[in-house]
């Protein structure tokens, strides 16, 4: 297929193969869904059957020069996050969740960063970024869950607040770790060196803040829908476009962005709007993550992989178990909060994409594949833990759950939930 690829010209070459991805990615959904598994999880899937290592039949440098799919995909999900971040939550709730989320999501980072130092040896600034990349959490599996049991009650609304604020101190832990090894740790790096990334970091928030508020005054009763989203998505490109001129994530900026919307308008249709334009995008952004997950690695990284996959988990429940205690919140959500935490997908796959490029090529490619095919096995054991948290909490009843019934029709799996 490669080489019958070669023969066309760049264009047809581009066009077939996003023709492809988006097929496979489809095709192997249909095997997965079946199976109650995230629609993530076929998508990887299908990047590793199509990619260099399996058919081949993508060429490398086209797989190589998407790496702007990262950026764009991360852009949309991070402005998505970014709605759940209502002024009225954190009014209603206290500083309670802030500190469950800030010690579920550190100690996870702790523990990842000084076990593969100090047990494996292996470079420190790959260590900070694996384990900034532990703090995140994917909520899609939980909350197809929830929807599918019609899950209701305190432990629910618990979980759901401390995800969102979950990925927010990922992308900000995420956006420090980079900065840190941007600036260098050799000897005669200058206090202007290591001060740049952190003040491009401050002034693309100022940007998504900005963003924000002017998309709040474009958005005029009389705009029409198609306008609306142009306009969303010229503002989301544009701030990752200059977050990628000065090589720093657009994550926190976009965030920012989609926050400083929602307070300011109450408008929630655009981001039912926005997630209905973004699968094609994700799904490419997924599919090109699975080619490039090197599986000829597995052997070399199979205690190191095993060891993030098992201590993240420890982690999230030591860490929520340890946030509910501090905060005194009921049994129920003190015993089984972290159990639900388990699945990463959406943001750590993107932030791999972005640590990458930080990294020696060895180094990146190793970070690449951890988090790849952790994110499959996250993924696949997700669901069955967040419904096990659900039952042991009350928040569905028993027999329900155990009749089973399908309200897979009721459950719109939107593969913009897939996100951290």
């Given at each position: 297929?490669?080489?019958?690829?070669?023969?066309?010209?760049?264009?047809?070459?581009?066009?077939?193969?996003?023709?492809?991805?988006?097929?496979?990615?489809?095709?192997?959904?249909?095997?997965?869904?079946?199976?109650?598994?995230?629609?993530?999880?076929?998508?990887?899937?299908?990047?590793?059957?199509?990619?260099p290592?399996?058919?081949?039949?993508?060429?490398?440098?086209?797989?190589?020069?998407?790496?702007?799919?990262?950026?764009?995909?991360?852009a949309?999900?991070a402005?998505?996050?970014?709605?759940?971040?209502?002024?009225?939550?954190?009014?209603?709730?206290?500083?309670?969740?802030?500190?469950?989320?800030?010690?579920?999501?550190?100690?996870?980072?702790?523990?990842?960063?000084?076990?593969?130092?100090?047990?494996?040896?292996?470079?420190?600034?790959?260590?900070?970024?694996?384990?900034?990349?532990?703090?995140?959490?994917?909520?899609?599996?939980?909350?197809?869950?929830?929807?599918?049991?019609?899950?209701?009650?305190?432990?629910?609304?618990?979980?759901?607040?401390?995800?969102?604020?979950?990925?927010?101190?990922?992308?900000?832990?995420?956006?420090?770790?980079?900065?840190?090894?941007?600036?260098?740790?050799?000897?005669?790096?200058?206090?202007?060196?290591?001060?740049?990334?952190?003040?491009?970091?401050?002034?693309?928030?100022?940007?998504?803040?900005?963003?924000?508020?002017?998309?709040?005054?474009?958005?005029?009763?009389?705009r029409?829908?198609?306008?609306?989203?142009?306009?969303?998505?010229?503002?989301?490109?544009?701030?990752?476009?200059?977050?990628?001129?000065?090589?720093?994530?657009?994550?926190?900026?976009?965030?920012?962005?989609?926050?400083?919307?929602?307070?300011?308008?109450?408008?929630?249709?655009?981001?039912?709007?926005?997630?209905?334009?973004?699968?094609?995008v994700?799904?490419?952004?997924?599919?090109?993550?699975?080619?490039?997950?090197?599986?000829?690695?597995?052997?070399t990284?199979?205690?190191?992989?095993a060891?993030?996959?098992?201590?993240?988990?420890?982690?999230?429940?030591?860490?929520?178990?340890?946030?509910?205690?501090?905060?005194?919140?009921?049994?129920?959500?003190?015993?089984?909060?972290?159990?639900?935490l388990?699945?990463?997908?959406?943001?750590?796959?993107?932030?791999?994409?972005?640590?990458k490029?930080?990294?020696?090529?060895?180094?990146?490619?190793?970070?690449?594949?951890?988090?790849?095919?952790?994110s499959?096995?996250?993924?696949?054991?997700?669901?069955?833990?967040?419904?096990?948290?659900?039952?042991?909490?009350?928040?569905?009843?028993?027999?329900n759950?155990?009749?089973?019934?399908?309200?897979?029709?009721?459950?719109?799996?939107?593969?913009?939930?897939?996100?951290?």
């Amino acid at each position: 297929m490669e080489q019958l690829l070669s023969q066309l010209n760049e264009t047809t070459v581009i066009l077939l193969s996003l023709s492809i991805i988006l097929l496979a990615g489809f095709l192997l959904t249909r095997i997965t869904k079946p199976a109650k598994l995230p629609n993530v999880t076929g998508y990887i899937l299908a990047g590793v059957l199509i990619g260099p290592y399996v058919l081949n039949l993508i060429p490398r440098e086209m797989v190589e020069g998407m790496g702007f799919i990262s950026d764009i995909a991360l852009a949309f999900i991070a402005f998505s996050v970014g709605r759940f971040f209502k002024k009225e939550a954190f009014r209603d709730t206290g500083m309670g969740i802030v500190i469950i989320a800030l010690t579920e999501s550190l100690l996870a980072g702790a523990l990842i960063t000084l076990s593969m130092y100090y047990i494996f040896h292996l470079n420190w600034s790959f260590c900070l970024l694996l384990g900034a990349i532990a703090t995140a959490t994917a909520p899609a599996s939980t909350m197809v869950t929830i929807r599918q049991y019609h899950a209701r009650g305190k432990f629910v609304n618990t979980l759901l607040q401390v995800v969102a604020i979950d990925d927010a101190v990922c992308l900000i832990v995420f956006s420090l770790a980079t900065a840190i090894i941007s600036a260098g740790t050799e000897a005669n790096v200058t206090a202007a060196e290591i001060a740049l990334p952190l003040i491009y970091n401050v002034v693309a928030l100022a940007i998504g803040f900005a963003s924000g508020a002017i998309l709040s005054k474009l958005m005029t009763p009389k705009r029409s829908e198609d306008n609306r989203l142009i306009l969303t998505i010229s503002l989301l490109l544009g701030i990752a476009g200059l977050c990628a001129a000065v090589n720093i994530s657009p994550l926190l900026s976009c965030m920012l962005f989609g926050t400083t919307y929602i307070n300011m308008t109450k408008d929630k249709a655009l981001y039912v709007q926005v997630e209905r334009f973004t699968p094609p995008v994700l799904s490419v952004f997924f599919v090109v993550s699975g080619m490039n997950l090197d599986i000829s690695s597995f052997g070399t990284l199979g205690v190191i992989g095993a060891s993030y996959f098992i201590i993240r988990i420890i982690g999230k429940y030591v860490g929520a178990y340890i946030g509910c205690a501090a905060t005194k919140t009921t049994k129920s959500i003190r015993n089984f909060l972290g159990l639900a935490l388990v699945p990463q997908a959406g943001v750590a796959i993107g932030l791999a994409f972005l640590g990458k490029r930080l990294l020696p090529d060895e180094m990146g490619n190793i970070l690449l594949t951890i988090i790849l095919s952790s994110s499959v096995l996250y993924e696949l054991i997700g669901p069955a833990c967040a419904k096990i948290a659900l039952i042991y909490s009350g928040s569905i009843k028993r027999d329900n759950a155990a009749a089973g019934k399908d309200k897979d029709k009721l459950v719109i799996e939107k593969v913009g939930l897939d996100k951290e």
